[in-house]
């Protein structure tokens, strides 16, 4: 058993398994938006709006950020841990990536939910 | 006789600052197709300091596992008509591993990765009066699995063991930890897929498939890999 404190859930599996259905959400929704885009080749803003306003995209949008959040973080912990040995320079990349995130998370929020 | 170049990895760390490559030209004999390694010992022939670790020659001892012309194999089972490219044959160590002089490599790491996933069967069942049976079936899951002769070849061609080989397992000890999971008279099951499930062991293994490339023995680490990864994920959904 390999011990490692960064990682998304402490167990391989768990990751894993985030990490495809993730996969899957994130892709669900670019068809769902690219879809959307198609459909209304004369979309306007107040129909984005509108289409933005209903509770299942809403859910659906912060779902699909989530799933990037935690898609990301598993990706390029992977690559982090195979490529930067300086334990340092990749507790510094780490963060970063993690502040970086995180913002995601709440301009996502904020955008989805207005402020 | 036709003249063939052979480019091989030189390294001694009492004389040598760097490892070097060394041109050795031999006379290949018309008419039939050597080995590999026979080609290792008209080298050695010219230049006796050469070293290179061989024993049974039929490769089954898995002691010359090595990098021939970009690929890992068994020097004493890869045709020189394969392995050359043109009129030249390139030797190098297995990748990833220290080298402890010339075409030795130090295989330590190796073999703690395969210790680690006790390559041992377990059974705190009370032991029958003759043996422990198997029904055909049973058996027949071991089948590709048992004949690996731990050469090397696979784990030292992967890049996920290259850049963690003392955390990732590798394809050769998975290899082996699926054949104890398989065996149906190992009881030790949860206890080793306890010990697999963290980030490292199985889950660095990105499917590149360079094991299942390589391996002489025409084995499949990628499949056992998957095996495992479903074992772990049925035992605790
Ligand atoms: S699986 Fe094949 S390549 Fe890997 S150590 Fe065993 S015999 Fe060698």
């Known amino acids: 058993m390999v011990k490692s404190v960064t990682n998304l859930s402490r167990s391989g599996l768990s ?14 929704y670019a068809v769902f938006i690219v879809g959307v885009l198609l459909a209304n080749p004369d979309m306007d803003y107040a129909s984005w709006q509108a289409l933005f306003q209903t509770t299942w995209v809403q859910i659906f949008s912060f779902l699909a950020v989530l799933a990037i959040v935690g898609h990301a973080w598993i990706g390029l912990w992977t690559v982090a841990t195979d490529y ?10 780490l963060a970063i990536l993690g502040v970086t995130l995180f913002t995601y998370l709440i301009v996502a929020g904020r955008a989805i939910w207005g402020a | 006789m036709t003249a063939l170049t052979v480019s091989i990895y030189r390294y001694n760390p009492e004389t040598d600052k760097k490892p070097y490559m060394q041109d050795i030209e031999v006379d290949v004999p018309e008419g039939k197709d050597l080995m590999v390694l026979d080609v290792l010992h008209l080298a050695k022939e010219k230049d006796p300091a050469l070293t290179y670790r061989r024993s049974c020659r039929e490769g089954v001892c898995g002691s010359d ?45 190796f073999y703690k990765q395969y210790e680690k996933i006790k390559p041992y069967l ?20 071991l089948d590709g699995l048992y004949e690996c002769i731990l050469c090397a070849c696979c784990s030292t061609s992967c890049p996920s063991f290259w850049w963690n080989p003392d955390k990732f397992v590798g394809p050769a000890g998975l290899l082996q930890a699926w054949r104890f999971l398989a065996d149906s008279r190992d009881t030790a099951t949860a206890e080793r897929l306890a010990d697999l499930d963290d980030p490292f062991s199985v889950f660095r293994c990105r499917g590149i498939m360079n094991c299942v490339n390589v391996c002489p023995k025409g ?3 990628t499949r056992a890999i998957g095996h495992i990864r ?7 959904a």
């Open chain 2, 65 to 109: 596992g090595m990098n021939i012309s970009g690929k890992n194999g068994l020097a004493c089972i890869t045709p020189l008509s394969e392995a050359k490219k043109g009129n030249k044959l390139v030797l190098r160590p297995l990748p990833g591993l220290p080298v402890v002089r010339d075409l030795v490599v130090d295989m330590s790491l």
């Open chain 2, 230 to 236: 479903s074992m772990l994920l049925t035992q605790s």
């Open chain 1, 15 to 28: 990751d894993w398994l985030w990490q495809r259905v993730s996969a899957v959400i994130i892709a669900a």
């Open chain 2, 122 to 141: 377990q059974n705190d069942t009370p032991a029958p009066a003759i043996e422990r049976l198997q029904s055909p079936e049973d058996r027949a899951k």
């Open chain 2, 219 to 221: 084995l499949n680490p």
């Open chain 1, 84 to 93: 930067m040995k300086p334990l340092a320079v990749r507790f510094i990349f």
